[in-house]
């Protein structure tokens, strides 16, 4: 709950919708033991007196009743009528909604029907031909409006059920002997709860609006008890004489549905499990860059066609500080294939994505160094440079590509578009192309396979379109981020033969991020292995695997099995990696580490090496010349 409040309190809108809303219901729960004229004493004599008159503080209406006094009451009575439409509505909306959505099938087509045909009617003629046939009066016009919103709850509710209806927290339930009462009261309701929710502090606002509407035409409440709608129809008389009696309840209903309003946006971010990391703003474009110092100048790498140096992202989480890449300082070349490995959340991923500005922010910060395409600083560089280079000269290829195609549009049309956004060519050139890069991943049928939605595809297969997609711009450098993980072992060959006999071919420079020692040793050239957002060695991939120099590298390759004679003992590296919003100093792997000392826990330890090798470690497994390399 202090959680969901604190969600709720930054987003400033909200807020102010939400203490509005509190002033007002506060009034109204006081109105009984204010010092309020009687709403309903006429006095004709002192009718339609103006504001700050003497015992009167808002004026009187046509009949000399107190402004003040009918205001407070007619909204105490809007807001109970709104309100107890509201909960009507969504119990009973809700209760339709989870037994369609639950048990499908006939029961959930002769449910949906009926509401098919209520919402057939435009609302509000349906809602006063419900006050006609039950005749005027407020709590008449409370179950019209409660009954002309129950579809809205219920299809709602219904779409939310359907998909859990068949999750395998459910089926378990089933299989554990539940029944439909207990598992809905158990597993599907809980899950409903903050659509619910949602649903309520959006349409309350909504109700209240309705309620007026039909007091206004003189079917809700009745004289001489006041609701906001009542006054605003009793004063349309006066509207251009004495316009106060009109503004005043108007005035009231705006800022109540106002505030009910910002405050059901809020409570609906704030009850989103995606936003809860406080981000309740709409992700910018490119990452945002708060680099103190200007990046370090460019130096000599060898014909790299993409060089890192020092590059530092941060998450900015209220007041924590994430340091998720904490200075990393790669080089790829054409041709070459570098492998990024690592345990997971140790910065690979991040490192990356930070190349091209992909990190979301908020909350991703790229807080100092570089990333230079062929000699380019991309870091900082302006969003129409970026998406220029983004899928053209510098492509990616995703973990998951069931999560990042689109499901509703055909593969080939998908193609056609990555193609067209930085080529100027006809929609049935970029067709041939697409299906042309289908072939080239070895895609059999592709004619066929191009016109297929994604779900139509095996993994392997969507793999091989997320890969064509990387392809179709002929880029100069892909970064694949662990593009075989669920794939099974037979794909995963495949995959990687394709990867690699395209890098050949064209001379691509490839950046492989994964955590798998035989998929690097079959297909990289170098290898960078990170931990805590840091690289803490490189080099060869043949020197790493044969003779590994830092303990945590030596501790991975140990944690491969191997077939064979089961000789060997598989070692599993003791402890976690460490939290980075609070890395202690020194080494971040020595609280794992067999052979750390009390050297290694102090001091800022350099990654240093000559040549092609280099490690990040004060006492390495194997000894490596000395020269510092970053």
Known sequence: MTQFLALLLRNRLAAAGGIVLLVVVVLAVLTPVLPLANPDATDTANRFQPALSRAHLLGTDHLGRDLLSRLLWGTRLSLAVGFAAAIFAATLGAAIGIIAGYFGGRTDNLIMRGVDMLMAFPYILLALAIVAALGPGLGNALIAVAAVNIPFFARNIRGVTVGLAHKEFVDAARLSGLGHGRIILTEILPNVVPVIVIA?????????????????LGLGSQPP????????????????????????????????????????????????????????TRPMPATRVDRPTPPPAETEEGGAVLALSDLQTQFHVKKRVYKAVGGASLAVRPGECLGIIGESGSGKSVTALSVMGLVASPPGVITAGAARYDGQDLIGARYETLRRLRGDRIAYIFQDPLATLHPLYKVGDQLVEAIRCHRTVSKAEAWQRAI??????????????????????????????????????????????????????????????????LRRERGLAIVFITHDFGVVGQLCDRIAVMYAGRIVEQGPTEAILTTPAHPYTRRLIACVPELGEGRRKLEAIPGLPPAVDRLDPGCAFAPRCEKARAACLTGEIALAGSGQRAVRCLFPETEIPSEQSA
């Open 200 to 216: 309520m502090s959006t349409t309350i606002g909504w109700m209240i609006l309705e309620t007026a509407g039909l007091s206004f």
């Open 225 to 280: 008890q006041a609701d906001l709608g009542s006054m605003l129809g009793e004063a349309r008389s006066a509207l251009i004489t004495n316009p106060l009696t009109s503004i005043v309840p108007g005035a009231m209903i705006l800022v109540i549905v106002m505030g009910i309003n910002l405050l059901g946006d809020g409570v609906r971010d704030a009850l989103d499990p995606r936003l809860r990391s406080g981000a309740l």
């Open 436 to 501: 042309d890069l289908l072939k080239q991943v070895r895609i059999p049928n592709a004619e066929s396979r191009a016109s297929s939605f994604p779900h139509e595809m095996s993994g392997g297969m969507r793999q091989r379109v997320g890969i064509a997609m990387a392809m179709a711009n002929d880029p100069d450098v892909i970064i694949a981020d662990e593009p075989t993980t669920a794939l099974d072992v037979t794909v995963q060959a495949q995959i990687l033969s394709l990867l690699n006999d």
